[in-house]
């Protein structure tokens, strides 16, 4: 099961909502393919399928660009058989700087600037399970 937060800047009017965690869909690389719309991960969940060797974690994740403070929600994907291995990395839609994916928890305050005015800090707080 997953979670979502809303995130809120202290300064400005930014808000955004950030599912994290797994779901139920998330749970067979055949689940995955069903729903994933980027064309270069539906490609390596076709061929890490063939292979019985696959392991795998996927989870949605928050990702924050380092360059520009830039927020995104995407599935966090990665695949691992014995030839081959596959992380997909997510870049910032803002500069196109590769992202880095950030953990959230439960009660841990998040230590992010706000990506709009860049001097407000943000606050998260739960807002809903999911699945
Ligand atoms: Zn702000
Ligand atoms: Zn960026």
């Keep these: 099961m997953g979670e979502v937060f809303k995130l809120e800047c202290d300064t400005c009017q930014y808000e955004n909502r950030i599912s994290v965690g797994i779901g139920f869909l998330y749970t067979s690389l055949k689940s995955i393919a069903s729903f994933v719309k980027d064309p270069s991960i539906k490609q390596q969940l076709d061929s890490f399928m063939k292979d019985s060797s696959t392991s795998f974690h996927a989870y949605d994740a928050m990702y924050v660009c380092p360059q520009c403070k830039g927020i995104q929600n995407e599935l966090?994907?990665?695949?691992?058989?014995?030839?081959?291995?596959?992380?997909?990395?997510c870049?910032?839609?803002?500069?196109?700087?590769?992202?880095?994916?950030?953990?959230?928890?439960?009660?841990?305050?998040?230590?992010?600037?706000?990506?709009?005015?860049?001097?407000?800090?943000?606050?998260?707080?739960?807002?809903?399970?999911?699945?």
Aim: glycine share 6%; proline share 5%.
């Design 91 to 131: 870049s910032c839609m803002r500069c196109g700087t590769i992202m880095i994916d950030i953990p959230m928890e439960h009660n841990v305050p998040v230590q992010l600037n706000c990506p709009d005015c860049s001097e407000g800090g943000l606050k998260a707080t739960f807002y809903m399970d999911w699945d």
């Design 76 to 89: 966090f994907i990665e695949m691992q058989s014995e030839s081959s291995h596959f992380k997909h990395s």
